[in-house]
């Protein structure tokens, strides 16, 4: 167990330096005139290559890449180009605010779908049929209009929530709540419906599996074999499901971020992405991949518990 | 456990809306509050480094750390702030301005003329966007703690409208070397940055300064400064109250706004249409033809792309000059009337019956709409538009220059500053550095001739340039600031935001 | 010889009638007519509009609908109809080349990964792990800033950053069967891995991906949608998503701008879901899983409705006198079908069982023996039922007892033994725990005392080191000691009735007879009344007292063991008998059938 942990961050580490290679190298090449674009279009041309040579912009990618590399050993991530901030702060500060989202969402969508996944699943009939088209219909509306709704119904019409903004956790907890609630909700919504439809077909699946009806023949009760033996074997393809829900909406929150004016990783990413704020993207990148890395590492560890066929040796 | 579970998430969902529905309600007011000015803005905050700082939209964050040393009345008059008086030489090369005394930063040092001076040389040599608004000064100096002066290279008319904007903003020397300067700035401002409470890119929390020397103009407790990435995130914060004043990034959501309670404050700031880059001929050889660049003006239908782009908000115009100017002419305003088929014969008699084609680079960030339209006026007289997606390189690409025209917004500075940013050989906006001698002339009077000979000289050189067809401009948009019903606001001349001290609580 | 292991219907039937099936499903036949029609109408866009989705025009901006123009026109000018039907084209086909790249790649990879395990799995896992950990958004933009605004570009990449997607799907699956017995068995019976994986493996992702593939084609819709609606797409060209943010950024001047694509961007995602749901349940209906088939007996065909063939008792079944332990007379099974009918599958089933008594069940697939040894102990797949007759166990009717009467009846006086051991363990859970359970849930013993007994049987059933097997997961024991555990489970609480369905029929030939000489054992120790179902008489031969021959859900000859091997009339057991004197197969396989059941291609 300690030796397939150290292998895998190993691995991890490995992964996180062609990563960063690989986004270097990508923002290098699509990062266009940079410089331009922090100084906008009052700025003379001579400002214009002051700028590049400022941020180093003018040196061969080798160098400025190790460079970059070299500070970052070190936990220097420099400062962003375009708000002056610090990245280590500017991410830190971020990634509080999109895992208090995204976590939020991930705890809703696994809760809500693995009731209304085991429910439809186990009942079937038409507690199937009406879990099924809720499940369908919130798959299908596109996310901003559900966000755009929310914002109207909840924080315009009945002023339970503010419309836009995000208030920390350390300023104010109660606002914090307010500050994230609709932004949850909106991002739990598309993930329940298709979370739901997969635990619903794990569960489908497990049920039919022999050795439930072994176990019944045994004279355990069909909710005991459900709870616990088909809920155990149905966790595995869940939760791979949820981890990738998981990946997908740290990124994925970009339009709720927009919409509510939350200053989240997903926003900053596109702001500083088409931007070409390396030091930012850089930060975001490896900060994300890090993430990534240990959240499939964490869930393979529950699969391995899950499913002991995949003992992690 | 499976029971456990779905109490567990009752519990949550409930304690959710609970907490949710309470602290919604006990917080409804405490944004639009007398004693808190919280503003919608376009952009973030670059950065709070003075030597490095952005202007224009995001002025207020400048204005609220640090003082300037002249300040422009919102109808661009220049008055006494950090100095109190100042004078030029003879051939206005030395600049000798009277600063104040009983200014101190909020690191409790004390503002004087050395200050002043090594700010002004920082910001000449920093990278500030602004920086060659102070390219003229050769030098500045402190004479005594009260005295500086700024010696020129040559003479600059725009010089001391320079210093009321970012150029003149003096930031503690003592801070000079501070490692988090950029989001942590000292300087001697009405209020100051709240770095506890600030969530960097989303809501900068001011408080104000209890020690500042000129209490009158500061007229509220508390300062936020909110910028929006997304338009319809501003406008649901405007519908949801929670934004005294915005500077919107369109016209497109007027109407919702004003809806919602808020009075709409126009100002004519900026022009948009094309720019004819290449007048040359050097990149589109057809652009060399004078004919060819009139044709371009007379294809476009500017009443109707006013309507359709600009909500029919603005002033229909083929001139770049505003109307502030010296040079401006009414008459100019339909230089160019809609006519396609003298467009068509233009064309013809530069030799190009059968069409011509231009590439011209398009980007999302101006919009879709406009481009496609732009594409199908002059398809209408025989000019194919191609179009290469430049995304956020936009303004390097053109000003590469890659493209012998494109459409654009740009600016209605004063004149002087116009005429460097947009017209001279030397101009940013000039990429082509086309020359022509009838222009260098003209600029030369408006430069050292008499105020007469300047003004008369402006006049001429909007007309040649308009004549001569450099630009299509289509129309100058009108640009709205929007306040709700407890902020008063007076809208500033030359710039995108109102600046700090013109926002006033409705008594 | 007969191969009787499990088959799988060929692919190609299964696909053709899967589409069938979903047709005759409101659902997918409403699914399948919106995408058909969606994708005609994008195809015959130019039949359908002469108006040039690009034409724009300043007069007509946000113009209400007119003569021509059903749904108006958009900021631009354009004509919004003209407009949704050409975004069809580029919308939809950018959503499939990327689920046909993500599929090719994901799948490929996952089913290589997946089998083959060694290096190309931890490389294949760790570019899965590295296409997860680089944000999608920084190589789409730099993309774009280096080959300029192509979606199909951008959809190509996004196809390559979903593939993770089926690839950790697809290597779940497969790890998740590659070491089950029957790949083993088409591994062992030299199988190529080609076969195994066309054969065996694919068969068992491809629900699971057809599945995915629908909400993958949704989202990279939605996807594509998105990056349009972020002003990240391609403008020169009409899509759902630039349609979008032209509705979005006018949506207050001119609401319905934004509904024409909202709508047929919902619609269409929600038919793929639903068409993915509905072909979910289809395929588990129809059994993608070998076995599945078991609960669809071919009966109700019932050409030879005779009364069975019943002989006289012998001097040894005479001799077990015990009490009668069970009373099946004139049982009839059914199964519930999709529009209302019953399907009936087992036809007025009578026999009984003495205590110490073994009533030998034999017949070919599909005969309804399994599901006549489903129906004592109640366990009949979903839908199934008693739709005639009684089950008499103990003097107390079975076929109508409540769930809960059932739960009390169940292990502690009917038990059963399940035909393949491997599946019918929870791999979840060690063996031990496993038996465990039902013993404190059954006897009410507490953990102490009921591990102690668990030890106890274990070793009892000739297990050789009991605790190792105890803590052991099911796949770290063979299929032989899995059986083993299985009969420990089965007498752990005493049963009275034991029901063995195929007690070896998945197991080696040496471990067969272990096996039943185990089965005879126990039998006699506790004086059980045993149910064994099989279709090798050698089997029967070897523990029988009393036999009875199945045949298309019914009993067609019953009697004494020696009666039925000395003087078969009905001439389907006559011909089952004489294969096996042909073949002098030691295992005693089933004989040559009649043709016409052979097409029925199910088995028990």
Redesign the interface.
């Known amino acids: 167990m300690f030796g397939f942990i150290l292998r895998r961050l190993v ?1 991890g580490v490995v ?1 996180l330096l ?2 960063s290679v ?2 270097y190298t ?2 290098y ?5 940079i410089a ?13 290559a ?2 590049t040579a ?1 941020l180093g912009l003018d040196q061969p990618i080798i160098v400025q890449y190790f460079d970059w590399l070299s500070r970052a050993l070190t936990g220097d991530l420099g ?1 962003s180009w ?5 990245v280590t ?2 991410i830190s ?2 990634l509080a ?1 999109t895992l208090s989202i995204v976590i939020g969402a991930t ?2 969508t696994a ?2 779908s ?2 209304l996944g ?1 429910w439809a699943a186990v009942h ?1 009939g038409w507690v199937d049929k009406v879990v ?1 088209g809720i499940s ?2 919130g ?7 559900i966000a ?1 709704g929310l ?1 109207t119904f909840f ?2 019409n009945l ?8 208030v ?1 956790f350390a ?1 104010s907890p ?2 914090w ?2 500050s994230v ?1 609709l932004p949850i909700i909106a991002l739990s919504i598309g993930c329940i ?2 979370v739901t ?1 997969q635990v619903r ?1 794990s569960v ?2 497990a049920l ?4 439930v ?10 909710n ?1 074999v459900v ?3 088909v ?3 149905a966790g ?2 869940a939760l ?1 499901i949820l981890a ?1 829900q998981f ?1 997908g909406l740290l ?1 994925g929150a ?2 709720v971020e ?6 989240g990783l997903g ?5 500083a ?4 704020d390396i030091p930012m ?1 850089m930060g ?2 490896v900060a ?2 890090a993430i ?2 240990i959240v ?1 590492l964490l869930i393979d560890l529950l699969q391995g518990w ?5 003992r992690l040796a | 456990m499976f029971r456990w579970k779905r109490a567990a998430a009752v519990g949550a969902v409930l304690a959710l809306a609970l907490t949710g529905c309470s602290a919604g309600g006990s917080n409804d007011g405490d944004s639009a509050s007398s004693d808190k000015l919280t503003l919608g803005l376009i952009a973030t905050a670059t950065t709070f480094e003075a030597q490095a700082i952005n202007f224009a939209n995001e002025a207020p964050y400048g204005q609220a750390v640090y003082d300037t040393l002249l300040k422009a009345t919102p109808e661009g008059e220049v008055v006494e702030n950090l100095a109190t008086e100042w004078k030029y030489n003879e051939d206005s090369t030395v600049l000798t301005l009277t600063l104040r005394d009983d200014v101190t930063f909020t690191d409790d040092t004390k503002f004087d003329a050395e200050a002043a001076a090594q700010n002004i040389l920082r910001f000449r040599d920093g990278t500030s966007p602004n920086k060659s608004l102070l390219a003229a000064v050769a030098d500045a100096k402190a004479i005594d703690p009260t005295t500086l002066e700024l010696t020129l290279s040559q003479s600059d008319p725009n010089l001391l409208v320079a210093l009321t904007q970012n150029a003149g903003m003096v930031q503690s020397p003592a801070s000079f070397e501070n490692a988090d300067i950029k989001t942590n700035p000292v300087g001697s401002g009405p209020y100051i940055l709240d770095t506890k409470a600030t969530v960097v890119g989303s809501s900068y929390e001011f408080t104000k300064n209890e020690d500042y020397w000129n209490p009158d103009s500061v007229h509220y407790d508390a300062l936020s400064l909110k910028p929006y990435a997304d338009p319809t995130a501003m406008l649901n914060a405007l519908k949801g109250g929670q934004l005294n004043g915005a500077n919107t990034a369109s016209n497109n959501d007027l109407a919702e706004i004003e809806a919602a309670g808020y009075t709409v404050n126009p100002f004519e700031l900026n022009w948009t249409g094309l720019i004819l880059f290449d007048r040359a001929g050097t990149i589109e050889p057809a652009l060399g033809d004078v004919r060819v660049r009139q044709a371009i003006n007379y294809a476009f239908d500017t009443e109707a792309l006013l309507e359709a782009v600009g909500q029919g908000l603005g002033t229909p115009t083929t001139q770049i000059f505003p109307t502030s100017s010296v040079g401006y002419d009414e008459e100019l305003d339909s230089a160019y009337s809609y006519d396609p088929e003298k467009a068509k014969d233009l064309l013809a008699e530069a030799g190009y019956e059968d069409g011509l084609t231009l590439s011209m680079p398009s980007t999302s960030g101006l919009g879709t709409t406009v481009f496609t339209l732009i594409g199908q006026q002059l398809k209408d007289v025989g000019i194919t538009v191609e179009y290469t997606d430049a995304g956020n390189n936009f303004i390097a690409d053109i000003l590469a220059p890659k493209y012998g025209s494109t459409y654009m917004i740009l600016q209605q500075d004063p004149d002087w500053a116009l005429i460097n940013f947009a017209i001279a050989p030397t101009a940013t906006f000039n990429p082509t550095k086309y020359q022509d001698p009838k222009v260098d002339e003209l600029i030369e009077t408006v430069h050292n001739g008499s105020q007469d000979e300047s003004d008369a000289a402006v006049k001429e050189l909007n007309a040649y340039i308009v004549d001569q067809a450099w630009f299509a401009p289509w129309y100058r948009m009108q640009s709205s600031f929007v306040t709700d019903a407890k902020t008063d606001v007076k809208t500033q001349v030359g710039n995108a935001y109102p600046y700090l001290w013109n926002f006033t609580p409705k008594s | 010889m007969i191969d009787l292991t499990p088959a799988t219907i060929p692919p190609k039937a299964a696909r053709t009638s899967l589409i069938v099936r979903l047709l005759k499903t409101p659902i997918g036949l409403a699914s399948i007519v919106f995408l058909t029609l969606l994708v005609l109408s994008a195809i015959f866009a130019p039949l359908l509009t002469p108006i040039d989705p690009n034409q724009a025009s300043l007069q007509n901006i946000l113009g209400p609908p007119s003569e021509g123009h059903p749904l108006g026109f958009d900021s631009a000018g354009r004509d919004v109809f003209s407009r949704l039907l050409y975004a069809g084209r580029f919308s939809l086909a950018g959503g499939l080349l990327a689920l046909i790249i993500a599929a090719i790649i994901g799948v490929t990879g996952g089913l290589l990964a997946g089998y083959y395990r060694g290096w190309f799995d931890s490389v294949s896992s760790w570019f899965a792990g590295l296409l997860m950990a680089l944000p999608a958004m920084v190589v789409l933009l730099a993309a774009r800033a280096v080959l300029g605004p192509s979606m199909w570009l951008s959809m190509a990449i996004f196809g390559v950053i979903l593939s993770p997607a089926f690839f950790r799907l697809v290597y779940a699956s497969v790890t998740a069967v590659r070491d089950e017995l029957y790949v083993d068995a088409a591994r062992v019976s030299g199988l190529s891995d080609g076969s195994i994986i066309g054969r065996h493996i694919l068969t068992v992702v491809r629900a699971p991906v057809i599945i995915q593939s629908a909400m993958i084609l949704g989202i990279a819709i939605a996807i594509q949608a998105g990056l349009d609606f972020l002003g990240l797409g391609d403008m020169t060209i009409p899509t759902w998503g630039t349609m979008l943010n032209d509705g979005f950024v006018n949506i207050y001047k001119a609401p319905l701008l934004i509904l024409w694509p909202s709508l047929v961007l919902a619609l269409t995602c929600m038919a793929l879901t639903l068409l993915a749901s509905t072909m979910r349940d289809t395929l588990e209906r129809s059994g993608t899983k070998p076995k599945k088939l078991k609960q669809r007996p071919t009966a109700g065909i019932d050409p030879d409705k005779v009364p069975a063939v019943t002989h006289d008792e012998d001097h040894r079944t005479a001799a077990r006198t015990g009490e009668v332990l069970l009373d099946i007379s004139d049982l009839s099974i059914g199964y519930a079908q999709p529009d209302g009918s019953t399907k009936t599958v087992v036809h007025d089933v009578s026999l009984t069982v003495r205590r110490g008594e073994v009533h030998g069940l034999i017949g070919e697939s599909g005969s309804g023996k399994t599901q006549t040894a489903w129906s004592i102990m109640r366990l009949l797949p979903e839908g199934g039922h008693v739709t005639n007759g009684a089950i008499v166990f103990e003097g107390k009717g079975l076929a109508h007892a409540t769930e809960k009467e059932m739960t009390k009846i169940r292990g502690r006086k009917i038990a059963y033994i399940p035909q393949e051991p491997m599946s019918n363990l929870d791999a979840s859970f060690t063996i031990g725990s496993q038996m465990v359970e039902p013993m404190r849930v059954c006897l009410g013993l507490s953990k102490k005392a009921a591990t102690e007994r668990a030890l106890e049987l274990l070793s009892h059933v000739g297990i050789p080191n009991p605790k190792r097997t105890f803590a052991a997961y099911p796949h770290e024991v063979s299929g032989g000691m899995a059986q083993r555990v299985l009969i420990a489970g089965a007498i752990s609480c005493e049963p009275d009735l034991l029901i063995a369905d195929e007690p070896t029929t998945a197991l080696d030939v040496t471990v067969q007879a272990e096996i039943l000489e185990l089965l005879r054992r126990l039998q006699d120790e506790l004086n059980m009344g045993v149910i064994l179902v099989t279709h090798n008489f050698g089997v029967v031969a070897d523990l029988c007292d009393r036999v009875s021959v199945m045949r298309h859900g019914r009993i067609i000859e019953t009697g004494p063991v020696r009666a039925i091997f000395n003087s078969a009339r009905h001439p389907y057991t006559q011909s089952l008998l004489s294969a096996i004197l042909e073949e002098g197969n030691a295992r005693g396989e089933l004989a040559p059938v009649p043709p016409q059941t052979t097409t029925q291609g199910v088995q028990s």
């Open positions: 691995s992964l062609v990563i690989l986004a990508l923002l090449v699509g990062g266009g005139n331009r674009r922090i100084l906008g279009q009052s700025a003379t041309e001579e400002t214009v002051q700028k400022e400062t375009f708000t002056g901030q610090p702060e500017g500060s971020r605010v705890i809703i809760i809500v693995v009731i085991v079937g099924q369908i219909l798959f299908a509306i596109p996310g901003f209009l755009l914002v924080a315009l002023k339970w929530f503010k419309p836009t903004g995000y920390p300023v109660t606002e709540l307010a609630t419906a298709g439809q077909g489908v699946d039919h599996r022999d050795y009806r072994t176990l019944r023949s045994r004279g355990l009760s069909h005991r709870y616990k033996h809920l155990r074997n595995g393809p791979a990738v990946v990124g970009i339009i927009q919409i509510f004016a939350i200053p926003q900053v990413a596109v702001i992405t088409s931007q070409g993207v975001l990148v994300t991949a990534v890395v499939n899950l499913n002991p066929k995949v």
